[in-house]
């Protein structure tokens, strides 16, 4: 048996003998299994709900009676936003942005309803889920486990005797490294666990789901690598106190502080338009663009044109399709993409604040750790946003369909008439209804989350490649004289 | 006095000590710079309403003069209505990031709109801002544990506790320690908080209430670090005990109590609300319009007698079926809100005995930024709402004209003056 071994076999002996540590352990192990369970059972019920909620409003589009397109434009549908598998693991934005969307012509209407503006004060707190735990309990956890591993032995003088029985500096910390890494590990299981689970699911994707396993993995090895480089570099009368609290001040600022810091840094670079200004915006740009209700607006009347040109008739009355359907396909083109513009605008300026974020990643292995989760489980603005442009071209493709039916089957007499039977001549057939398509959510592929994850694995891995490295230069200089 | 004098030249010599009370100072500097710049930044949003408003009601009211009917104005015009952040909302910013402070309505259905959300970036949501109640709920208590962890255990160590204990008056010693240490971090937290707070313009009594709650939530952590420190143990369990205390209850406790929360008071989804109205809404044009009369003047007997309804479309049907739609979903609107508001105390009743929680609840309360401010924001919104739509149906249910000058008759919205 090598030196190493020996060592950590000591080390882990020590910390079965404390009861503090086992007990600091088993709450944790318990904790993880709760977040799990509790995480799993949310995001099953929401799941269902989501689902059920989709189907009711998909069945009362269908059940629809004889309507006039147009009103079927205004009647809309709502559409829910599906979570993924490892939602269960790490939900990240999931609670902040809304799930239910309303789809209705000429507007575009935001997600509503999320929980976060449905619970208590205590959702800002955070939210109690294996990631969480994984993120800001473990490392905790073996900072209390692990800050004396060198600084007590120097402390006690131990560490001279040690060297002076023959053992090299590599082994000895090679020896505690390896007993507080076993540590992480026994931390880390529980959250594995709910892992294999999810994992059994289906629509698991393998690639995502390894590149989360690994960049835990390394962010916990970071940590171990850290708390072992600062309890190797102390020297002060007090070693292993000064370590201790050296690491929980790197603790609080990489977990706790920089993760608030940064977004309000990042939010205040990139300002972002509000809706009032933009629906303001957009109601002017359509004005310069073209304005259906103006009889006189050179864009519509060109365009009555171009439609008269194109049929060969004089009047709209003489088209063979209705005129008011061929106007409200050209008006919802116009405000679409003006949306277009608008969104793409605005989550361009979210993009550029999260990549200020991102970037943040550089100072605390934390923010890098939970872009990578967030993005592998779907969880990440990417995520939603591929959710938001689904949906603006479901809604954007109804209403068109609608429109044409308005234009073909509502004849421009039948639509202009006011008298007593007209109501009842301008409806279409119920059985266009159900003819429609319903909203289905492409998720992205494997592929796809695995690459957004992988700027944030590389930031972990680099913090994990320095801090070996410097822990290897401190293992040099260990017990040297001052 | 030149005993304290005496235990603060020691205190100044100690740099881990000096170097804690600069960070704490600087970290609550700059969380008080960034709460106000964000609140800043929401008045100007807010003052920038009246100009994008005057050009966009000016367009509508451009068009609609020609028809002078006032149907059509009441469908395209939009109404700002706004949530003046409170003096005290920089230190305590509270749900006016995800929450809306300001929403446009028009004279329809307001369930269709009171729920809509503003644009916000939900990642930087996410983790919580960066404000003065961060500051003093999640890192004061790692200060306080930071200056009194070794208090007696320090001594002990250094094998000095036995003989200043011995000296006369040697538990004032202890006191004086204590006392100057709890003084310096409170100064640390309020000094700048009561600077930026008389920028800001909080009221007198609100400012003493926050000190208050200051020095009562150090106050709870030295006590905690006095209950650990009275089991004599060597410092750094001291240290690694407390900074598991604070784990739990500033981290852990809050997490698990919002998942109980959450599962004992279930809330009828939102959503159900906006799809239930919707349909009451989109049914009055399957079903006789005489129908959807009856049942508006049977609640709005004030307009019952206005002209009966022709063939033709007319907008008076189509408000009062809005109407209508609404009416038929406030039960289920007064349930989701029952449902908001027993979560919101079920959290609230936590900080009872929890401090972070109740100092987190404190104060987004003093700072007017919890749900009871966001409840209060959709009251008035409601009321708003119920003018815009007596204004508009003195018009339509009378058969008056709409012209150019109405526009400027129309009720305008008023933010209460919070102070």
Known sequence: ?482 | MSLLGHELRLLVRQRLTMVALALLTCLTVAALAAGMAEVARQRAAIAAIPAAQAEDIGAVAAWIDAKKDAGSAAYYSFYPTWDAPAPLAFAALGMRDVSPYILRIRALGLEAQIWDGDTFNPELALPGRFDFAFVLVFLAPLFVIALFHDLRSGEREAGRERMLDALPGGRGLWRRRAGLRLALLCAALAVPFTAAAAMEGVGLGTILAVLVVIVAYLLFWVAVAALVGRLRWSSVANAATLAATWLVLVLIVPTLANVAVNAALPVHQGAEIAMAQREAVNRAWDIPREQTMRRFYARHPEWADSAPLGFAFHYKWYLAFHQNGDESVAPRVRAYRAGLEDRDAAGRALGWVLPSVGVQALLTRLARTDLAAQLAYQDRIRAFHRRLRAFYYGYLFRDRSFAKADFARAPRYEDVPSG
């Open chain 1, 1 to 482: 048996m090598s030196a190493a071994t020996l060592i950590a076999r000591d080390e882990l002996r020590l910390l079965r003998r404390n009861r503090v540590a086992v007990i600091a352990t088993m709450l944790l192990v318990l904790l993880t299994l709760v977040a799990v369970a509790t995480s799993w059972a949310h995001q099953r019920g929401i799941a269902d709900l989501r689902d059920r909620q989709q189907h009711g409003a998909e069945t009362a589009f269908k059940a629809q009676p004889n309507r006039h397109p147009h009103r079927v434009v205004h009647y809309g549908t709502f559409i829910f936003r599906p979570l993924g598998p490892l939602a269960a693991f790490d939900p990240g934005v999931d609670a902040y942005t809304g799930s239910s969307m309303f789809l209705e012509g000429h507007r575009q209407n935001s997600a509503n309803f999320g929980d976060v503006r449905q619970s208590s004060l205590l959702v800002r707190f955070g939210q109690l889920t294996p990631a969480f735990v994984l993120q800001i309990v473990a490392p905790l956890l073996l900072i209390f486990l692990g800050y004396g591993a060198l600084a007590r032995e120097r402390e006690r003088g131990t560490l001279r005797l040690l060297m002076l029985q023959g053992v090299s500096r590599r082994s000895l910390v090679g020896g505690k490294l390896l007993a507080l890494g076993t540590v992480a590990l026994v931390a880390g299981l529980p959250a594995m666990i709910g892992f294999v689970a999810i994992a059994r699911q289906p629509g698991a994707l393998a690639l995502p789901m390894l590149i989360t396993a690994v960049g835990y993995f390394a962010y916990l090895a970071w940590w171990t690598v850290a708390i072992l480089l600062v309890s190797a570099t102390v020297r002060r009368s007090r070693d292993a106190l000064l370590a201790l609290l050296a690491l929980v001040a790197l603790w609080a600022v990489t977990t706790v502080l920089l993760p608030r810091v940064v977004p309000g840094v990042a939010s205040a670079a990139v300002p972002l338009r509000n809706r009032l200004q933009t629906d303001v915006a957009i109601a002017r740009d359509l004005r310069q663009m073209g304005d259906s209700h103006n009889p006189a607006d050179p864009h519509f009347a060109a365009f009555r044109q171009s439609v008269l040109d194109r049929y060969g008739v004089d009047r709209v009355e003489d088209l063979p399709v209705n005129y008011k359907g061929v106007v409200g396909l050209e008006g919802e083109r116009l405000t679409s993409s003006l949306f277009a513009r608008y969104t793409s605008e605005s989550y361009a300026a979210q993009e550029g604040q999260i990549a200020l974020v991102d970037a943040a990643g550089i100072l605390s292995p934390t923010i890098a750790v939970r872009a990578l989760s967030m993005a592998a489980a779907g969880t990440d603005f990417a995520g939603h946003r591929r959710f938001l442009d689904q949906a603006e071209a479901y809604r954007y493709a109804l209403v068109q369909r609608l429109n044409r039916m308005q234009a073909v089957h509502v004849s421009y007499a039948d639509d202009a008439a006011e008298d007593a039977g007209a109501d009842r001549r301008k409806r279409v057939s119920a059985t266009n209804w159900s003819a429609m398509p319903d909203f289905s959510f492409a998720r992205a592929s494997g592929s796809d989350l695995a690459r957004g994850a992988l700027p944030g694995l590389a930031i972990v891995l680099g913090w994990l490649t320095a801090a070996t490295l410097l822990l290897a230069l401190a293992t040099r200089r260990l017990g040297a004289r001052r």
